[in-house]
Antibody
């Protein structure tokens, strides 16, 4: 059974750095075609894709936040880490991690999601 | 970046109605499109990938079509559990992007 779980601080102050951890099980991030992605959702708003890392350690970021985001993985711990610098109240959101599977023929989509972790940015 | 425009943003419908949601991409993305359903307070669930392939366990009243720049998600007969917000996502090009969502309400 594939599961993912996000963890991190519920409250950060403006200008601080946010560090989120996605702990997963049921698959290996060393298997070809496996990716872990981060998505966020401000209250009452749409989903926003943030970043991903793949089995080959390739990384991609959303354009508007590229300078503030860093994604990495810890294979022995089955974890993916996301850091976001210079937090602002507009970054208040629920942050999700999800598995993305890519095959030879298809992008299979983000098939398993964590429950999300809510982050509030406030002084 | 590829922009995805969903229409309509809101749909007011009844149980049993046929529902169609459109997702338009700002450039061609082949069939590299996924649809998700999200209920309040929950993470999204994958409904469909490759534009028209139903994810395992998703009821057959959901169907998808399209390629290139225009895609549709259809619910043939809306059930009470289908009241939710639906999002399209393109996976053809980085950065990945989502549409703005379509809220289906009573």
């Amino acid at each position: 059974q594939v599961t993912l779980r996000e963890s991190g601080p519920a409250l950060v102050k403006p200008t601080q750095t946010l560090r989120l951890t996605c702990t997963f099980s049921g698959f290996s991030l060393t298997t070809r075609g496996m990716y872990v992605t981060w998505v966020r959702q401000p209250p009452g708003k749409a989903l926003e894709w943030l970043a991903l890392i793949d089995w080959d350690d390739d990384k991609e970021y959303t354009t508007s936040l590229k300078t503030r985001l860093t994604i990495s993985k810890d294979i022995p711990k089955n974890q993916v880490l996301l850091t976001m610098t210079d937090m602002d109240p507009v970054d208040t959101a629920t942050y999700y991690c999800a598995r993305l599977v890519v095959g030879d023929q298809y992008y299979y989509g983000m098939d398993v999601w964590g429950h999300g972790t809510t982050v509030t940015v406030s002084s | 970046d590829i922009q995805l425009t969903q229409s309509p943003s809101f749909l007011s419908v009844s149980v049993g109605d046929r529902v169609t949601i459109t997702c338009r991409a700002s450039q061609a993305i082949n069939s590299d499109l996924a649809w998700y359903q999200q209920k309040p307070g929950k993470a999204p669930d994958l409904l469909m990938f490759a534009a028209s392939t139903l994810q395992s366990g998703v009821p057959s009243r959901f169907s998808g079509s399209g390629s290139g720049t225009e895609f549709t998600l259809t619910i043939s007969s809306l059930q009470p559990e289908d009241f939710a917000t639906y999002y399209c996502q393109q996976l053809n090009n980085y950065p990945l992007t989502f549409g703005g969502g379509t809220k289906v309400e009573i």
